[in-house]
């Protein structure tokens, strides 16, 4: 049976940075669609766009084919260009030898990939697409909201 097909949109934002984050989600599929967003009391803004597209596919309750949408160079280049595989064969160090940063999300984002085949897709933020907007209206409002959680992974 053919894998369904899944878009997901995926943003974060950061009010300073570090400082109170969110991420906002949109997940299609057929006629469906599905919304996520959550806020953090202190945290970057990568860790927002990981988690955005961590919560996207961990949302997925069986294997599909996934295009994924961010407008996070930093998510999808290490998707697609070769950075994550690079940073593993290093032990989780960077190029100039420097520890990963949010290693324990991208740990996290790869075993939520690991059953699904994703295409992973840039999209230029702010640019007036309406899913990666509206993304960006779920984000900034779980950042601004009154529950926010506290992102165990952040360091800083």
Not at 108 to 135: F, I, K, M, T, Y
Request: proline share 3%.
């Amino acid at each position: 049976m053919p894998k369904t097909q899944v878009t997901i949109y995926s943003d974060g934002a950061c009010l300073g940075n570090p400082g109170r984050g969110g991420y906002g989600t949109v997940l299609l599929w057929g006629d469906k669609r599905k919304e996520l967003a959550k806020g953090y009391r202190r945290t970057t803004n990568n860790r927002m766009e990981l988690l955005g597209a961590i919560v996207g596919l961990e949302a997925l309750t069986r294997a599909c084919r996934v295009t994924l949408w961010s407008d996070s160079t930093y998510v999808v280049h290490a998707m697609t260009k070769g950075w994550l595989d690079g940073w593993q064969k290093r032990g989780w160090r960077t190029a100039s030898k420097e520890p990963v940063k949010n290693r324990d999300l991208w740990e996290r984002l790869l075993r939520a990939a690991e059953r699904h085949e994703v295409d992973w897709q840039w999209v230029r933020g702010h640019s007036g697409e309406p899913e990666n907007e509206r993304c960006d209206e779920l984000a900034v409002a779980a950042a601004n909201g009154v529950e926010l959680l506290d992102d165990a992974g952040f360091d800083g």
